[in-house]
């Protein structure tokens, strides 16, 4: 299993939604950065909300309605 395998793994098993960063600019709208927290819009609904992001690998997840 590689790194970035290991990481989504764990991130999985902890958070419903773990995103990479395509998945992220297809599902939301980001808004701004302030590690380690992405404020994004949700497209489907227009719901802001945060995310935490790391490093790396880059993936996004627990995602909180503001």
Same mark, same amino acid.
């Given at each position: 299993?590689? *790194? +970035?395998? *290991? @990481? /989504?793994?764990? /991130?999985? *098993?902890? &958070?419903?939604? @773990?995103?990479? %960063?395509?998945?992220?600019? *297809? +599902? &939301?709208?980001? /808004? ?5 927290? @992405?404020?994004? +819009? ?7 909300? %945060?995310?935490?992001? %790391? ?5 996004? &997840? ?5």
């Amino acid at each position: 299993m590689t *790194e +970035k395998e *290991e @990481v /989504l793994a764990q /991130l999985s *098993e902890r &958070y419903n939604d @773990v995103v990479d %960063t395509d998945q992220l600019q *297809e +599902k &939301y709208e980001v /808004l701004s950065f302030l590690a380690p927290f @992405v404020m994004v +819009k949700r497209k489907d609904d227009g719901v802001l909300g %945060t995310m935490m992001f %790391t490093h790396m690998p880059r993936f996004y &997840y627990n995602f909180c309605e503001r």
